[in-house]
């Protein structure tokens, strides 16, 4: 039977740097909050051996994509480990966009995440959440925890996850129509000498920020756009990206303000979750993530 498998969005309620490695890589805190929107993907498994992407968005259509990257990985390691021999794993992935790209709601990582979870339990190969959480480092910091599929804190580079459960809230996420680059952002932002690593607790206990908000906010449109929206409710980017998010306690709130939006930015209403939209459809499906 063929599925159509959901691909959710993140926003970062907040996000701070405790350092860099010698390679290049940032140190984090995030507290990592799955949205009920997203894209969606529909995988149809094939014994040719080959992976195809299918989309509407001609720009997504490369080799470099996280899609076919994160296939060709977990392909990869299947024929490695020899998880079913003699066989020719292959896919046709069909992929509805609806995530902006570089808007920072993580479209690009779940998108991995989705095909990696899938594609295990039809290609049958038996990898556990926490070695396709490992493995997906390859591809992004961000993966692991759109693979565990919690409400989450995450540190590190990634790697480190705390699930944790927040009051589900309204949100309004505004994309102002400027994708930015995560690389652009990082290479821009310099290290206070003084930055250190947070209890949770305390994390949990204080005023939420994002650390990188105020080079995106270098953009008079994303800073007016943040400006307004805090008149209303508590407002900001989420991770490297130029959307901003708004946060209610109810529906009718986050309308109100919506319809106050200019006519040139995109924008749309949706509630927090804390089980990943996809860890829900394999429970629905009763299907195993093994």
């Given amino acids: 039977m063929i599925y159509t498998w959901p691909s959710p969005a993140k926003i970062n309620l907040f996000l701070y740097v405790t350092g860099i490695r010698s390679d290049g890589y940032h140190y984090i805190q995030s507290l990592f909050q799955f949205l009920n929107y997203g894209d969606t993907l529909k995988i149809i498994p094939n014994k040719k051996g080959t992976i195809e992407l299918f989309t509407r968005n001609n720009s997504l259509l490369n080799i470099k994509n996280s899609i076919i990257t994160a296939a060709e990985l977990l392909k ?20 509805n966009k609806k ?33 396709l959480a490992t493995l997906s ?10 693979i565990m599929g919690n409400t989450t804190i995450v540190e590190g580079i990634g790697e480190i996850l705390h699930p944790i459960n927040r009051k589900e809230k309204w ?16 290479s821009s ?12 607790n305390f994390l ?3 005023q939420f920020h994002n650390d990188f908000e105020n080079i995106v906010k270098k953009n008079k449109k994303i800073k007016k756009l943040i400006s307004m929206l805090s008149l209303y409710a508590p407002s900001r980017i989420t991770g490297t990206g ?21 006519c040139n930015v995109q924008g749309f209403i949706t509630k927090s979750v804390n089980v990943s939209p996809l860890h829900r459809a394999f429970y629905k499906k009763n299907m195993q993530f093994f």
Avoid: H, M
Wanted: hydrophobic share 40%; net charge positive.
């Fill in 76 to 95: 990869e390691k299947a024929l490695y480990y020899g998880r079913r021999k003699n066989s020719n794993f292959g896919a046709k992935i069909f992929l």
């Fill in 171 to 186: 949100y309004l996420i505004v994309y102002p129509n400027i994708p930015i680059l995560t690389k652009d952002i990082f």
């Fill in 242 to 262: 130029s959307c901003i998010f708004a946060e209610f306690n109810d529906e009718k709130s986050a309308q109100k303000i919506y319809s106050l939006l200019p």
């Fill in 189 to 200: 932002y310099s290290v206070k000498k003084n930055t250190t690593k947070k209890p949770i």
């Fill in 137 to 146: 480092l390859k591809i992004g910091s961000d993966i692991p925890a759109f």
């Fill in 204 to 206: 949990l206990k204080s």
């Fill in 99 to 131: 995530i902006p790209i570089g808007s920072g709601l993580g479209g690009g990582s779940s998108n991995a995440a989705t095909t990696l979870i899938v594609l295990n339990s039809l290609w049958k190969i038996k990898f556990t959440l926490k070695e």
